[in-house]
């Protein structure tokens, strides 16, 4: 069930609301909004997903950034590759992205989007930039 109270700062002003929900077996979730509507949307989403049991619990993908990701792939992942090398080397190029310092629960589709069309307009053949969306899936999938 989830509780929805409003947070106040030093000078007793109401700053925002806060939602905390408690579900058995998930951890408990707590998130603060500017507004109450919000907060009850988030609240309705969040507990929906736990009755259907889809929910994934979202806080280290929206604390993570893709840089910090991508640093611990190549520590972890990469290095037992056969193509290591070679994998290194187009995460060494996917740094220069502007997704770098998006957080992993903020980067959208169309964040993906943008980026490949940068690449097409740059002039990069076909394959280099199938390369780089690889690995950029393989960290999401290796993060989840």
């Given at each position: ?42 609240a309705k ?42 994998e ?22 169309k ?34």
């Amino acid at each position: 069930m989830a509780t929805i109270s409003p947070r106040f700062n030093d000078q007793n002003v109401r700053i925002g609301w806060q939602v905390r929900i408690r579900k058995r077996s998930y951890p408990q979730q707590v998130k603060t909004f500017r507004t109450k509507s919000e907060a009850e949307a988030w609240a309705k989403v969040t507990e929906n997903e736990m009755v259907r049991v889809v929910f994934q619990d979202r806080r280290e993908a929206e604390s993570t950034t893709l840089s910090e990701a991508l640093d611990r792939y190549a520590r972890e992942v990469s290095t037992t590759k056969k193509g290591a090398v070679q994998e290194l080397s187009v995460i060494a190029k996917l740094r220069e992205s502007p997704l770098v310092p998006l957080h992993l629960g903020a980067i959208q589709g169309k964040h993906i989007a943008s980026y490949r069309d940068s690449l097409i307009a740059a002039g990069y053949k076909p394959a280099t930039i199938k390369r780089r969306l690889a690995v950029l899936s393989h960290v999401y999938a290796i993060a989840d």
